[in-house]
């Protein structure tokens, strides 16, 4: 599939100023909104109620600053994020690198963001018939990273539609100690005890895992009334194969090569949940057989981010364009009728 014009352009500049121009563009220039979904797209997943199963992941728009560009782009749910009780510049430069040759980016980010008082401005002027998600993360020199998130979700309540608990990025050190099940308790039992209305909370994890420990995550996330897992965050790992030059990056990995660590961590998430908590999968997806495998594996939505950097954001239309084809084609009324199907 021939990308956008504008995608091959942007690819053309250094990544961390094309991701920059990208966020202008979708501020300021006069989008066409997409076409209006096909009821056969409606999706519901812990209480919200989605035009479509295609979200777009957290890291794209980490301050909410350009969703009304992005509310255009067809997306069934728009996360943000992540965000900082207090503003950081994250790591030193360069920090963000397009591995062309294997449809992936590495980015060593370290959540640069403009903190929690930005953000909230940001969420206030938002489009309201967009459901919008807060990514939530923990400032890096923060002395209790679990007060952090209760502080992003106590000040963004009211303006987010849910909030995903991050504790999966690599790039934060010691960040993913919290997926242990006693800092997973404390962190998880704080973040109920601060929650004051019906805002979903999801829970967003690392591919990183063995499946005992991702089992040990759903049952914790059950116990705390978690209202969703998200599978799963960048990976690690380099795969064999990798061919850029930059396939030796610190940082995490996205994008095709996580394809397969970010569908078996979904499984393994699907086979322990038995349909007790929804799941949304995101890494590697790239077509519409990518959102269907993950969809028939027990994803009750999915997000996209990396493809979109390779694909331009024309990908959004042409997945649910196929997942429509797909759905009629097996006799499916409904995305929760086909979920989970091949596990």
């Known amino acids: 599939m021939i990308p956008d014009l504008g995608t091959v352009a942007l690819r053309l500049l250094d990544p961390e100023t094309a991701h920059g121009l990208a966020i202008a563009a979708l501020k300021h220039a006069p989008l066409p909104r997409a076409e209006l979904?096909?009821?056969?797209?409606?999706?519901?997943?812990?209480?919200?109620?989605?035009?479509?199963?295609?979200?777009?992941?957290?890291?794209?728009?980490?301050?909410?600053?350009?969703?009304?560009?992005l509310s255009r782009l067809g997306f069934g749910f728009v996360e943000c994020g992540s965000v900082t009780p207090l503003p950081q510049p994250g790591n030193p430069k360069p920090r963000l690198f397009r591995l062309t040759e294997d449809r992936a980016i590495i980015n060593r980010m370290g959540f640069n963001n403009a903190g929690l008082e930005a953000f909230a401005g940001h969420l206030r002027a938002r489009p309201s018939a967009t459901v919008v998600g807060a990514n939530l993360g923990a400032n890096k020199d923060s002395d209790d990273r679990a007060a952090d998130y209760v502080t992003g979700l106590r000040r963004l309540t009211g303006l987010a539609d849910y909030f995903t608990v991050n504790i999966s990025s690599p790039n934060t050190p010691g960040l993913r100690a919290l997926q242990g099940r006693d800092a997973l308790d404390d962190l998880l039992g704080r973040v109920a005890e601060a929650r004051t209305t019906a805002a979903p909370v999801f829970l967003k994890i690392a591919p990183d895992l063995t499946a005992a420990e991702i089992a040990m995550i759903v049952e914790a996330a059950l116990a705390h009334r978690?209202?969703?897992?998200?599978?799963?965050?960048?990976?690690?790992?380099?795969?064999?194969?990798?061919?850029?030059?930059?396939?030796?990056?610190?940082?995490?990995?996205?994008?095709?090569?996580?394809?397969?660590?970010?569908?078996?961590?979904?499984?393994?998430?699907?086979?322990?949940?038995?349909?007790?908590?929804?799941?949304?999968?995101?890494?590697?997806?790239?077509?519409?057989?990518?959102?269907?495998?993950r969809i028939r594996a027990g994803a009750s939505a999915i997000q996209i981010y990396s493809a979109l950097i390779y694909e331009g954001p024309g990908l959004v239309c042409r997945i649910k364009r196929d997942l429509i084809a797909r759905l009629r084609a097996e006799g499916f009324s409904s995305v929760s009728d086909a979920v989970g199907g091949s596990r």
Do not use: C
């Open 226 to 293: 978690i209202d969703a897992l998200i599978v799963s965050n960048t990976t690690l790992d380099r795969p064999d194969g990798l061919r850029s030059p930059d396939r030796a990056e610190a940082g995490g990995l996205s994008g095709d090569p996580l394809k397969a660590r970010a569908l078996t961590a979904l499984r393994d998430a699907a086979a322990v949940a038995a349909g007790r908590i929804p799941l949304i999968g995101v890494g590697g997806i790239a077509s519409g057989q990518d959102a269907w495998d």
């Open 37 to 69: 979904d096909d009821p056969i797209l409606a999706t519901r997943i812990a209480g919200l109620d989605l035009p479509n199963p295609v979200g777009l992941a957290a890291g794209l728009d980490k301050n909410a600053e350009a969703l009304h560009g």
